[in-house]
């Protein structure tokens, strides 16, 4: 069974999902059953390794900094906006020492989901993150920020 449904709960969930976006009409059921289970095969052959945590007190610490920076920079955007001036936005090189693909995937999300700034590219081999910024005055502040407040605190979580 497992080998049919590798993710049975994912095959039923992206069923459900496929029904209500379609309706329940038996081509609707058949179809959306078929791409559930090859979306669960596909899921199957992804298999990521599980993330080890080594300190789950510090989660906490960096949820909070996380929602204050997203706070912050709420802020920020929306003052450029209502300033109406064309913000000096350029490309920020980050060398990271962080090496977990789970942290990495993390800080990929935290630098994305804070308005202003967008994760662009990582050089895995020169270990170089690229982020896009939308108002840099000072790039020095940025490394810092990032290897500080992010970096450091998802070395003591995964690493």
């Not at 069974?1 to 069923?15: D, I």
């Not at 020169?126 to 070395?155: G, N, Q």
Request: contains cysteine.
């Amino acid at each position: 069974m497992s080998r049919l449904l590798p993710y049975p709960l994912l095959t039923l969930s992206l069923l459900v999902m496929w029904i209500l976006l379609n309706g329940f009409t038996p081509g609707h059921v058949l179809l959306g059953g078929v791409i559930a289970i090859f979306a669960s095969w596909a899921m199957s052959l992804l298999t990521p390794a599980k993330p080890r945590l080594r300190r789950w007190d510090l989660i906490p610490k960096l949820v909070g900094t996380v929602l204050i920076d997203v706070f912050r920079s709420n802020v920020a955007v929306a003052r450029l906006i209502f300033q109406a001036r064309a913000p000096a936005s350029g490309f920020v090189a980050v060398p990271l020492d962080l090496r977990d693909r789970t942290a990495l995937a993390v800080l990929a999300c935290i630098i994305t989901s804070t308005p202003g700034t967008a994760w662009v590219e990582y050089d895995s081999v020169s270990s170089v993150l690229l982020i896009h910024v939308l108002d840099l005055a000072d790039e020095a502040a940025w490394i810092d920020t990032v290897k500080s407040r992010y970096e450091s605190l998802l070395m003591e979580i995964f690493e």
